[in-house]
C-alpha cells in the first residue's frame, strides 16, 4: 500500500513563511511528479506548483515570485516553501503524487491535506 502524508501547516502572518512537506511512503516503484494544490470551501481544488521527475517546476499565477517547490526523490519528498504569506492564501493544501506502486498502475495519490491559515 501507498501513503501520501502532508505536514507543515498552520498559522502565519502576513508577510511571513511556512514550509510544507508532502511524504509518499509504502511500496513506491517510481515517482514521476509531485503536486501541491490548494482548496478554499466552496471553491475547486487548484494546481500551486508542481515538480516533474526532471525538475521542470511549473506555479500558478498567483504564487509565482513567492513559493517555491523542492523535490528529493530518493526521499519520495516534496516541500513547498511559501513566503511573502497573503491572507487569502490561506486554505487546505494538499500534495499529489503521480507513482506506481509496487505491481500496480501509474496514478494520482492524494493526501490528507494540511491547513493553512493566514492572518491579516
Known amino acids: 500500500q501507498v501513503h501520501v502524508v502532508e505536514s507543515g501547516g498552520g498559522l502565519a502572518q502576513a508577510g511571513g513563511s511556512l514550509r510544507l512537506s508532502c511524504v509518499a511512503s509504502?511500496?513506491?516503484?517510481?515517482?514521476?511528479?509531485m503536486d501541491w494544490y490548494r482548496q478554499v470551501p466552496g471553491q475547486q481544488r487548484e494546481l500551486v506548483a508542481n515538480?516533474?521527475?526532471?525538475?521542470?517546476?511549473n506555479y500558478a499565477d498567483f504564487v509565482e515570485g513567492r513559493f517555491s517547490i523542492f523535490r528529493d526523490s530518493d526521499k519520495n519528498t516534496a516541500w513547498l516553501q511559501m513566503n511573502s504569506l497573503k491572507p487569502e492564501d490561506s486554505g487546505v493544501y494538499y500534495c499529489?503524487?503521480?507513482?506506481?506502486?509496487?505491481?500496480?498502475?501509474?496514478?494520482?495519490?492524494w493526501g490528507q491535506g494540511t491547513q493553512v491559515n493566514v492572518s491579516g
Open positions: 515538480i516533474t521527475t526532471d525538475g521542470v517546476t
Open positions: 499529489r503524487v503521480d507513482m506506481v506502486p509496487r505491481w500496480g498502475d501509474r496514478n494520482h495519490y
Open positions: 509504502g511500496h513506491i516503484v517510481w515517482i514521476y511528479a
